[in-house]
């Protein structure tokens, strides 16, 4: 059956939906979907690539003496854990990798494709396993071929999966089982990366994707071209939390977590310092700019331009500050603008 039919087919059968974003942190998304027909949830989280700080992967490892198996070049990690050792923001399993599986022992473990970590190969690229998500030293994402004998230079971090999913918004994906997923893919603009897991294997609840289904899923958030990473037990996608990381999908496997071979993370950037967007900043009284004016109604004060404490940005909360000349005292003139809120449009 060709990709075109199955594709069409997911669109006749399939509804999934989106729920509203919710932000994570600053330049961090996080979006959850379900489909109700499958049964099958999913958990999103979109990047904006020029909000990140630092983009992660696992580097390589000192495999134990013990070890006799020259191919091995990590050892396996569970993702909360790689996200506290590196003191991410975000972190999700990446490649398919040999042995598996572990929950226990952190085993010398052989990567599958190519991995990458600050310049550095931890893994070679490899055929069969040539979809790649690649970092430029200079930060910049994107999605290559990278078979046996890619040239690496330029490159800081990258990760290795199969198949393709979508190629420049063509689905491409093949046939497959419904089974837990893991993807990445690119918004045309190469500006935003979408991590997506839709969790399986269980009855009723969540019985996952096919790689049509996945794609679709993809789709409904803007991607342009995306792969898939390992999945089915290691799918996992982790956040810091307090007083442990937390999980955003719920693991295959009870949610007991997987020890996998390598991860991809990331730091982002500082918000940056709210800016003043008061059109009239010099309509204040300056014979006395230390005085705070008062906030009426709201029994707080504030200096300059900024909200009074305990109210949020003025864009959130849908209100307008309008400065009016308070009536003079008896006697005197005023010194200070009273301030007045209304509401937007007021």
Same mark, same amino acid.
């Given at each position: ?119 550095? &190969? *931890?893994? +070679? =690229? ?11 030293? #200079?930060?910049? !994402? @994107? ?122 993370? &990331? *730091?982002? +950037? =500082? ?11 010099? #309509?204040?009284? !300056? @014979? ?59």
């Amino acid at each position: 059956m060709s990709a075109a039919l199955l594709w069409s087919l997911a669109v006749a059968w399939a509804a999934p939906t989106w729920g509203d974003p919710e932000p994570l942190g600053h330049g961090l998304t996080l979006v959850r979907g379900a489909d109700p027909d499958v049964p099958a949830l999913a958990v999103a989280v979109q990047i904006d690539a020029s909000a990140v700080a630092q983009w992660k992967g696992t580097p390589s490892r000192e495999v134990p003496d013990t070890d006799t198996q020259s191919d091995h070049e990590t050892l396996a990690q569970r993702t909360t854990d790689f996200l506290v050792e590196h003191g991410l923001d975000l972190a999700v399993n990446a490649n398919f990798f040999s042995p598996c599986c572990s929950y226990l022992d952190r085993e010398p473990t052989k990567v599958l494709g190519l991995s990458m970590d600050d310049g550095e &190969v *931890v893994s +070679a =690229p490899q055929n069969g396993f040539a979809a790649a998500f690649v970092v430029s030293e #200079d930060g910049v !994402p @994107a999605l290559i071929e990278a078979k046996a004998g890619h040239d690496t230079s330029g490159l800081r971090v990258a990760v290795a999966g199969q198949p393709w999913l979508i190629q420049d918004g063509t689905v491409v994906a093949p046939d497959a089982p419904r089974e837990p997923r893991t993807a990445i893919g690119l918004d045309a603009a190469g500006h935003t990366v979408t991590l997506l897991i839709v969790d399986g294997r269980n009855v009723g609840t969540s019985e996952g994707a096919t790689f049509v289904e996945l794609a679709a899923w993809l789709q409904g958030l803007g991607v342009h071209t995306a792969m898939n990473l390992d999945g089915g037990g290691s799918s996992t996608l982790a956040v810091p939390g307090d007083p442990r990381p937390t999980i955003l999908n719920t693991p295959s496997t009870g949610g007991l977590e997987r020890l996998v071979a390598n991860h991809l993370g &990331v *730091v982002m +950037a =500082p918000a940056p310092d709210p800016v003043d967007t008061d059109p009239n900043p010099a #309509d204040t009284d !300056p @014979a006395d700019p230390e005085e705070p004016p008062t906030a009426s109604g709201c029994g707080c004060t504030h200096r300059g331009p900024t909200a009074p404490h305990g109210l949020a940005p003025l864009a959130l909360v849908g209100v307008v500050w309008r400065r009016r000349r308070a009536a003079p005292p008896a006697g005197g003139r005023s010194r200070a603008p009273a301030i007045t809120l209304r509401p937007s449009g007021s």
